[in-house]
């Protein structure tokens, strides 16, 4: 019922910017959490940040505090995540979630979570 299309993965140098979206025509973004997680070959999932649709409140990873946005245009059914200041650690295939209803958004978790997009991926590289 709610289908989730993430864009925006590019390659990009040390230091660059990408904004990815996640696109979700069908839903209104009115409750529970939705949230952006990271996979790199060979390595666990990673939470990377959550926003609670009610009040928007964000919550993020501290390896990425201070450099990603998290943020919600309800006119346009999309979820974003804005990257600032990349780093080749960053590099990884990049999946949004939603409609997570129970539990904390601030503990970065996937469980719950009954939608999920493809992915997109994003390389940065020198």
């Known amino acids: 019922q709610v289908n989730l299309t993430e864009s925006g993965g590019d390659s990009v140098q040390p230091g660059g910017s990408l904004r990815l979206s996640c696109a979700a025509p069908t839903y209104t973004f009115s409750s529970g959490c939705m949230g952006w997680f990271r996979q790199a070959p060979g390595k666990e999932r990673e939470g990377i940040a959550q926003i609670h649709t009610a009040d928007r409140v964000t919550y993020y990873n501290s390896a990425v505090q201070g450099r990603f946005t998290i943020s919600i245009d309800d006119a346009r059914r999309t979820l974003y995540l804005q990257m600032d200041k990349l780093n080749p650690a960053d590099t990884a295939l990049y999946v949004c979630?939603?409609?997570?209803?129970?539990?904390?958004?601030?503990?970065?978790?996937?469980?719950?979570?009954?939608?999920w997009g493809q992915g997109t991926q994003v390389t940065v590289s020198s």
């Open positions: 979630a939603a409609i997570k209803l129970t539990g904390e958004c601030s503990e970065l978790r996937a469980d719950g979570f009954r939608y």
